[in-house]
């Protein structure tokens, strides 16, 4: 089933048949148009609602007084005498946080509490709002009014700026500028003796810590000097003593390396030495020392002579010669002479290694002795070290505190200087704030119209009726035969009139009974509707068309029996003979539209009393006879399953080209579910804005579970006039009757009869008015 918010949002299937998404705005217009008095009685009722809660609302006054908050004080001492308190000095973030910190001070219970206390706000009529004839009231304690005169202030920061702008909101004027004016002197109060308050504490720890730092620093002085008693060090600092001792063991150090490489050289001296007297003697050494020594080159030169002597002598005397013996003597006794000379010199080289290596014991003992000693002036250094340190350290502390004592008693005296100063105090207010009557009913409008809207939507989304020709075809499944206007409100309706006469439309014919509307206003919209409706139920099978038809609905009161009667006659005025047949045998009702009785009738064929040609009988419309009911039968189903039925049914349709059978609604009764198997075609009536999907539904399943064919569907009672159900394709429906009455007159005019009409009334050959889009 479609309704019209389906349509809003569903897709649009074009000759191709693909699908797309379309957004149609005269559908959402539609929905508005159509619930347009609930969005009107929403936006009425929210404004109407808004308007007295804001009028009924007392006048609220705003008094705001402007106070600057400077990052620091001014500094009367000089950039290097700090504040004891901190402020946003720092960076652009710790300005930032100084600020938000403010803020909320000016907003804090203890600022609030000093104005309360200092003006009785506890007790306080105007503040409270007790009125001036109540006698006896109950004052509140500071704490709650404290915190009701923290919901009245307003704390704005001036962009861009050192300004705070401390606002009171109250009723009365005088007492929102009294206590603006009155916070503004609470916080500058407060900053100032907080500053104090920091300042005196600051002093009197920092004296307490200079007495304590004084003491600590005359111990340690004490202590260094009996350290300098103990340890003889009065005359010479240890400085010096480690100086000496340092330079000391270099001297030692370098003489050890002097001497114990000497030593190592006068041990490769005598090793070569005995070496060389193990291999060639004693004469024959070779060292420097010897060969250096002016004695024995003298010893040797003569011993060379004497040599020359001696062999020169040897030639020409034999051994035992005197002179050969006297020059062996000689020889012998420089020999002597060099061996006693080298021995000399040898036992100077050992005399002078042992002397050496004396020497270098004493030196090494002395390196260790001096090791000693500086290993005792470090352990001493370290101590007094240590001692010397801790003095300096509490005279440095003590220096400190003591220089920022004298700071903090000179800022002490000073603090009285702040950086918080009111800048300008509150007036009192002339204008209230609130209720600002303006901008609520502004808002009303809007939440009204938006509300408005939504609660069209919704009550839309939550209608479950069939209204359109997309809810027959598409949430239905049947073929949408067409519309069947509203009869009653065409007749009454003043702004009709006024537009037949403007489109020369016929009179309508109100006198007769209003299922015979059609046949009393044969070119009427109505007429013309069931005439497309006839023409539509003949194409759908042009070979062989639907000769007997079951006209039903899914609910009582839907309009069922006008439309079988409808479409009767627009058959009967197409030259067909057609029979209305009364099968309603449970409240029939087609006999009083042609204003017969209903004494025999379909029931009294069924049982085989009469034939049934004596029990037709015809009508003020030519061309078509009606089978009354008859006499109520307690079992209607039972008749309608008897053999007997079948052959009524078989005989009227011998007797006639068209039998249109008026049935009871289905969901009531199974009569309908019964008679769509004996018929060629069934069709459902839909009342618009009636009929509820889920009913239609349901009736549809019951005649398809058994069988029966189901042509289509009519929608019914639909008001073509009314803008919050006519889509722009029943446009056509509607005017065609006024084209109908402008043609006529124009035909009139021009003499030529109205045999057109005429025969657009008998024959049927008129085409049908253009259907809406998938019809």
Same mark, same amino acid.
């Given at each position: 089933?479609? &309704?019209?918010?389906?349509?809003?949002?569903?897709?649009?299937?074009?000759?191709?048949?693909?699908?797309?998404?379309?957004?149609?705005?005269? %559908?959402?217009?539609?929905?508005?148009?159509?619930?347009?008095?609930?969005?009107?009685?929403?936006?009425?009722?929210?404004?109407?609602?808004?308007?007295?809660?804001?009028?009924?609302?007392?006048?609220?006054?705003?008094?705001?007084?402007?106070?600057?908050?400077?990052?620091?004080?001014?500094?009367?001492?000089?950039e290097?005498?700090?504040?004891?308190?901190?402020?946003?000095?720092?960076?652009?973030?710790?300005?930032?946080?100084?600020?938000?910190?403010q803020?909320?001070? +000016?907003?804090?219970?203890?600022?609030?509490?000093?104005?309360?206390?200092?003006?009785?706000?506890?007790?306080?009529?105007?503040?409270?709002?007790?009125?001036?004839?109540?006698?006896?009231?109950?004052?509140? &304690?500071?704490?709650?009014?404290?915190?009701?005169?923290?919901?009245?202030?307003?704390?704005?920061?001036?962009?861009?700026?050192?300004?705070?702008? =401390?606002?009171?909101? !109250?009723?009365?004027?005088?007492?929102?500028?009294?206590?603006?004016?009155?916070? %503004?002197?609470?916080?500058?109060?407060?900053?100032?003796?907080?500053?104090?308050?920091?300042?005196?504490?600051?002093?009197?720890?920092?004296?307490?810590?200079?007495e304590?730092?004084?003491?600590?620093?005359?111990?340690?002085?004490?202590?260094?000097?009996?350290?300098?008693? =103990?340890?003889?060090?009065l005359?010479?600092?240890?400085?010096?003593?480690?100086?000496?001792?340092?330079?000391?063991?270099?001297?030692?150090?370098?003489?050890?390396?002097?001497?114990?490489? !000497?030593?190592l050289?006068?041990?490769?001296?005598?090793?070569?030495?005995?070496?060389?007297?193990?291999?060639?003697?004693?004469?024959?050494?070779? $060292?420097?020392?010897?060969?250096?020594?002016?004695?024995?080159?003298?010893?040797?030169?003569?011993?060379?002579?004497?040599?020359?002597?001696?062999?020169?002598?040897?030639?020409?005397?034999?051994?035992?010669?005197?002179?050969?013996?006297?020059?062996?003597?000689?020889?012998?006794?420089?020999?002597?002479? $060099?061996?006693?000379?080298?021995?000399? $010199?040898?036992?100077?080289?050992?005399?002078?290694?042992?002397?050496?290596?004396?020497?270098?014991?004493?030196?090494?003992?002395?390196?260790?002795?001096?090791?000693?000693? %500086?290993?005792?002036?470090?352990?001493?250094?370290? *101590?007094?070290?240590?001692?010397?340190?801790?003095?300096?350290?509490?005279?440095?502390?003590?220096?400190?505190?003591?220089?920022?004592?004298?700071?903090?008693?000179?800022?002490?005296?000073?603090?009285? +200087?702040?950086?918080?100063?009111?800048?300008?105090?509150?007036?009192?207010?002339?204008?209230?704030?609130?209720?600002?009557?303006?901008?609520?009913?502004?808002?009303?409008?809007?939440?009204?119209?938006?509300?408005?809207?939504?609660?069209?939507?919704?009550?839309?989304?939550?209608?479950?009726?069939?209204? *359109?020709?997309?809810?027959?075809?598409?949430?239905?499944?049947?073929?949408?035969?067409?519309?069947?206007?509203?009869?009653?409100?065409?007749?009454?309706?003043?702004?009709?009139?006024?537009?037949?006469?403007?489109?020369?439309?016929?009179?309508?014919?109100?006198?007769?009974?209003?299922?015979?509307?059609?046949?009393?206003?044969?070119?009427?919209?109505?007429?013309?509707?069931?005439?497309?409706?006839?023409?539509?139920?003949?194409?759908?099978?042009?070979?062989?068309?639907?000769r007997?038809?079951?006209?039903?609905?899914?609910?009582?009161?839907?309009g069922?029996t006008?439309?079988?009667?409808?479409?009767? $006659?627009?058959?009967?005025?197409?030259g067909?003979?057609?029979?209305?047949?009364?099968?309603?045998?449970?409240?029939?009702?087609? !006999?009083?539209?042609?204003?017969?009785?209903?004494?025999?009738?379909?029931?009294?064929?069924?049982?085989?009393?009469?034939?049934?040609?004596?029990?037709?009988?015809?009508?003020?419309v030519?061309?078509?006879?009606?089978?009354?009911?008859?006499?109520?039968?307690p079992?209607?189903?039972?008749?309608?399953? *008897?053999?007997?039925?079948?052959e009524?049914v078989?005989?009227?349709?011998?007797?006639?080209?068209?039998?249109?059978?008026?049935?009871?609604?289905?969901?009531?009764?199974?009569?309908?579910?019964?008679?769509?198997?004996?018929?060629?075609?069934? +069709?459902?009536?839909?009342?618009?804005?009636?009929?509820?999907r889920?009913a239609?539904?349901?009736?549809?399943?019951?005649?398809?579970?058994?069988?029966?064919?189901?042509?289509?569907?009519?929608?019914?009672?639909?008001?073509l006039?009314?803008?919050?159900?006519?889509?722009?394709?029943?446009?056509?429906?509607?005017?065609?009757?006024?084209?109908?009455?402008?043609?006529?007159?124009?035909?009139?005019?021009?003499?030529?009869?109205?045999?057109?009409?005429?025969?657009?009334?008998t024959?049927?050959?008129?085409?049908?008015?253009?259907?809406?889009?998938? &019809?």
């Amino acid at each position: 089933m479609r &309704s019209m918010q389906d349509q809003i949002a569903d897709a649009v299937t074009p000759a191709g048949g693909e699908t797309q998404k379309a957004f149609d705005i005269w %559908a959402y217009l539609q929905v508005l148009r159509k619930r347009k008095w609930h969005a009107l009685f929403f936006l009425a009722a929210v404004v109407g609602l808004v308007t007295f809660y804001t009028l009924r609302q007392p006048k609220v006054y705003r008094a705001t007084a402007t106070v600057q908050i400077d990052p620091q004080a001014p500094r009367v001492l000089g950039e290097k005498v700090e504040a004891v308190t901190e402020m946003g000095t720092g960076s652009y973030w710790s300005n930032q946080e100084y600020y938000e910190t403010q803020y909320h001070i +000016i907003r804090s219970f203890e600022v609030a509490s000093r104005v309360v206390a200092l003006h009785s706000l506890g007790a306080n009529r105007t503040f409270l709002g007790v009125p001036e004839d109540l006698d006896v009231y109950e004052p509140l &304690s500071d704490a709650m009014a404290t915190e009701m005169l923290r919901g009245m202030i307003v704390v704005d920061p001036v962009k861009d700026s050192r300004l705070v702008a =401390i606002s009171v909101d !109250h009723t009365d004027q005088g007492l929102a500028q009294l206590l603006s004016n009155a916070v %503004a002197d609470a916080y500058v109060e407060y900053n100032r003796d907080v500053a104090l308050e920091s300042t005196v504490n600051a002093r009197d720890w920092l004296i307490k810590q200079a007495e304590t730092w004084a003491k600590t620093l005359r111990d340690a002085e004490q202590r260094a000097v009996d350290f300098r008693k =103990i340890n003889n060090l009065l005359s010479v600092n240890l400085e010096d003593q480690r100086n000496q001792v340092a330079n000391e063991m270099d001297w030692v150090a370098q003489r050890l390396s002097e001497t114990r490489s !000497h030593r190592l050289q006068l041990e490769a001296k005598k090793a070569e030495i005995e070496e060389q007297v193990r291999k060639r003697g004693v004469t024959s050494v070779s $060292i420097a020392e010897v060969l250096a020594s002016p004695v024995l080159q003298t010893m040797k030169a003569r011993l060379f002579e004497k040599n020359l002597e001696r062999d020169s002598l040897a030639q020409i005397a034999a051994e035992n010669w005197p002179e050969m013996r006297q020059r062996d003597t000689e020889l012998e006794t420089i020999r002597t002479g $060099i061996r006693q000379e080298v021995q000399t $010199i040898l036992r100077a080289i050992d005399a002078d290694y042992t002397e050496t290596a004396a020497y270098e014991q004493q030196l090494v003992a002395r390196q260790s002795e001096l090791q000693e000693q %500086a290993i005792a002036l470090g352990g001493k250094e370290l *101590t007094y070290t240590q001692l010397v340190r801790e003095k300096e350290n509490a005279e440095r502390i003590y220096q400190l505190i003591n220089n920022r004592s004298e700071e903090t008693t000179l800022s002490t005296e000073l603090s009285q +200087i702040n950086n918080v100063r009111v800048l300008d105090p509150a007036l009192r207010p002339e204008v209230p704030i609130r209720p600002r009557v303006k901008l609520n009913l502004a808002l009303a409008i809007v939440i009204g119209l938006l509300g408005g809207i939504g609660l069209a939507f919704l009550l839309e989304a939550l209608d479950t009726s069939v209204k *359109t020709q997309e809810d027959v075809e598409k949430g239905l499944g049947l073929a949408f035969l067409g519309i069947i206007p509203t009869f009653t409100g065409e007749a009454s309706s003043r702004r009709r009139r006024r537009r037949r006469r403007k489109h020369r439309a016929p009179e309508l014919r109100t006198t007769g009974h209003p299922d015979l509307f059609c046949h009393d206003n044969p070119k009427s919209s109505a007429a013309e509707c069931c005439r497309s409706i006839r023409t539509n139920i003949l194409f759908m099978s042009p070979d062989r068309p639907p000769r007997k038809l079951l006209v039903t609905s899914a609910s009582p009161q839907e309009g069922k029996t006008t439309v079988a009667i409808s479409l009767a $006659i627009t058959m009967a005025q197409s030259g067909s003979r057609v029979l209305i047949v009364d099968s309603d045998m449970r409240r029939p009702r087609v !006999h009083t539209a042609f204003g017969l009785e209903n004494e025999d009738g379909l029931s009294t064929a069924i049982l085989g009393m009469r034939k049934v040609e004596e029990l037709v009988r015809p009508t003020q419309v030519p061309g078509l006879d009606i089978l009354t009911c008859g006499p109520i039968p307690p079992n209607p189903a039972e008749l309608i399953h *008897t053999e007997r039925f079948k052959e009524v049914v078989a005989q009227l349709e011998r007797l006639y080209d068209r039998v249109v059978f008026d049935s009871p609604p289905i969901i009531a009764v199974t009569d309908p579910v019964i008679l769509s198997r004996h018929v060629d075609g069934a +069709i459902l009536v839909v009342k618009s804005m009636v009929t509820n999907r889920r009913a239609a539904k349901f009736a549809v399943k019951q005649m398809r579970d058994v069988g029966g064919n189901i042509l289509g569907a009519v929608l019914n009672d639909l008001d073509l006039e009314n803008r919050e159900y006519g889509y722009y394709h029943y446009y056509y429906y509607r005017k065609y009757g006024y084209y109908y009455g402008a043609r006529e007159d124009e035909a009139k005019k021009s003499k030529s009869g109205n045999g057109d009409d005429q025969a657009g009334d008998t024959n049927g050959d008129r085409a049908p008015p253009p259907a809406a889009p998938g &019809s």
